[in-house]
């Protein structure tokens, strides 16, 4: 990708700026100078993947600029998304003295940027992060709107708290180092935006699958930049998803009961959530709320994406309790993303239990 492309989250004083360039890594440093003043001192976060990769080449631009960089390497994986690995990042903090203007710098997919964000939000309480997205997933998603969190034995992500980076900073081209399967978990992300709320970028996905999966420059630029415009535009409306937001997690309540049931190591969280969205069609044509196909046309694309669709085979009860766990439920209710059709997504609060048997028992 040859054009800088910035966009601006606009949340008042908690504005920040999405900044996507090819070779961008490179003017971290000035970058970081220039928003955080007289800071001197930073915190990057990465993993046993990443890092190896790509710490040197955001710490010496770092260094260059003046900065003092310590680093915190946690493993890869989301099963270390956990309470314990938060608080040795707790302890690096400590170690460091970081002072309340001084940041955090996420290098990594979506769970070292949720997790060093919790972090973020509880040392001193309240110190900035920047977000450096390595994975699609990250890129497209998680490393904008400021959701940060850890997992618990009892669910995904149900520690955490809303806390916006203060920069965005993404570079394409480090996904050529991103292992296929990654790639294609986060793509399940890209075709969620689509079938939420545009149809013609679902459609452009799905028979772009072949360039997307090749990192084709014009392919994956262009899905990089309207993703990040449609997850900021809602994140605008609705920051602390209370409405419009929810919108988001089509799929994920069916996906993060899949990541709990398997212990977070069966799925990638975008492979559970292409599951979820299979499911979440499936339901949404069972209750009447789109017409015969959507489910079929859901289908294609993702396995145009060579993403799974088969649904693992636990029961009904099961499925109900590794819900009820989801963070995004309201008192008892569990909420669902349903849809319409391709490309018109709603929140559903009256799907009931036997709804949920009936779905379970269509797939065995």
Same mark, same amino acid.
């Given at each position: 990708?040859?054009?800088?492309?910035?966009?601006?989250?606009?949340?008042?004083?908690?504005?920040?700026?999405?900044?996507?360039?090819?070779?961008?890594?490179?003017?971290?440093?000035?970058?970081?100078?220039?928003?955080?003043?007289?800071?001197?001192?930073?915190?990057?976060?990465?993993?046993?993947?990443?890092?190896?990769?790509?710490?040197?080449?955001?710490?010496?631009?770092?260094?260059?600029?003046?900065?003092?960089?310590?680093?915190?390497?946690?493993?890869?994986?989301?099963?270390?998304?956990?309470?314990?690995?938060?608080?040795?990042?707790?302890?690096?903090?400590?170690?460091?003295? /970081? %002072?309340?203007?001084?940041?955090?710098? @996420?290098?990594?997919?979506?769970?070292?940027? !949720?997790?060093?964000?919790?972090? #973020?939000?509880?040392?001193?309480?309240?110190?900035?992060?920047?977000?450096?997205?390595?994975?699609?997933?990250?890129?497209?998603?998680?490393?904008?709107?400021?959701?940060?969190?850890?997992?618990?034995?009892?669910?995904?992500?149900?520690?955490?708290?809303?806390?916006?980076?203060?920069?965005?900073?993404?570079?394409?081209?480090?996904?050529?180092?991103?292992?296929?399967?990654?790639?294609?978990?986060? /793509? %399940?992300?890209?075709?969620?935006?689509? @079938?939420?709320?545009?149809?013609?970028?679902? !459609?452009?996905?799905?028979?772009? #699958?072949?360039?997307?999966?090749?990192?084709?420059?014009?392919?994956?630029?262009?899905?990089?930049?309207?993703?990040?415009?449609?997850?900021?535009?809602?994140?605008?409306?609705?920051?602390?998803?209370?409405?419009?937001?929810?919108?988001?997690?089509?799929?994920?309540?069916?996906?993060?009961?899949?990541?709990?049931?398997?212990?977070?190591?069966?799925?990638?969280?975008?492979?559970?959530?292409?599951?979820?969205?299979?499911?979440?069609?499936?339901?949404?044509?069972?209750?009447?709320?789109?017409?015969?196909?959507?489910?079929?046309?859901?289908?294609?694309?993702?396995?145009?994406?060579?993403?799974?669709?088969?649904?693992?085979?636990?029961?009904?009860?099961?499925?109900?309790?590794?819900?009820?766990?989801?963070?995004?439920?309201?008192?008892?209710?569990?909420?669902?993303?349903?849809?319409?059709?391709?490309?018109?997504?709603?929140?559903?609060?009256?799907?009931?239990?036997?709804?949920?048997?009936?779905?379970?028992?269509?797939?065995?």
């Amino acid at each position: 990708m040859s054009a800088i492309q910035q966009y601006t989250v606009n949340l008042d004083e908690r504005s920040y700026e999405i900044h996507i360039e090819s070779g961008c890594l490179k003017n971290i440093g000035a970058q970081c100078t220039k928003l955080f003043g007289q800071a001197n001192r930073c915190l990057i976060i990465s993993n046993d993947v990443v890092a190896p990769l790509y710490l040197e080449t955001v710490q010496q631009p770092l260094e260059q600029a003046g900065w003092q960089v310590s680093q915190h390497i946690i493993p890869d994986g989301e099963q270390f998304k956990t309470i314990q690995t938060w608080s040795d990042i707790l302890d690096t903090l400590m170690d460091s003295k /970081l %002072a309340r203007n001084e940041p955090i710098i @996420a290098l990594g997919g979506g769970v070292v940027g !949720d997790i060093a964000g919790f972090a #973020a939000s509880c040392y001193r309480r309240g110190i900035p992060f920047v977000q450096v997205p390595t994975t699609v997933l990250a890129q497209v998603d998680s490393s904008v709107g400021g959701k940060t969190a850890v997992s618990h034995p009892h669910g995904k992500n149900m520690i955490g708290a809303f806390y916006q980076p203060r920069l965005v900073w993404i570079d394409p081209d480090v996904l050529q180092t991103l292992a296929p399967n990654q790639l294609r978990a986060g /793509l %399940a992300e890209v075709i969620k935006y689509g @079938a939420i709320w545009d149809k013609s970028f679902f !459609d452009y996905v799905e028979q772009h #699958a072949e360039q997307l999966h090749a990192l084709d420059v014009e392919a994956i630029s262009k899905v990089i930049i309207e993703s990040c415009q449609y997850k900021a535009e809602i994140v605008m409306q609705d920051e602390t998803e209370q409405g419009a937001r929810a919108l988001l997690n089509l799929g994920h309540t069916f996906g993060h009961a899949i990541e709990s049931m398997t212990h977070y190591t069966g799925y990638l969280h975008g492979e559970a959530v292409a599951i979820g969205m299979r499911m979440a069609a499936r339901l949404s044509e069972q209750l009447n709320h789109a017409p015969a196909g959507t489910e079929v046309k859901m289908v294609k694309a993702l396995q145009a994406l060579e993403l799974p669709v088969n649904v693992p085979q636990f029961s009904a009860e099961q499925w109900l309790d590794a819900m009820g766990h989801d963070k995004k439920n309201i008192g008892s209710l569990i909420r669902y993303i349903l849809l319409r059709d391709i490309g018109d997504a709603f929140i559903a609060e009256d799907v009931n239990d036997k709804d949920i048997h009936t779905l379970i028992a269509s797939f065995v």
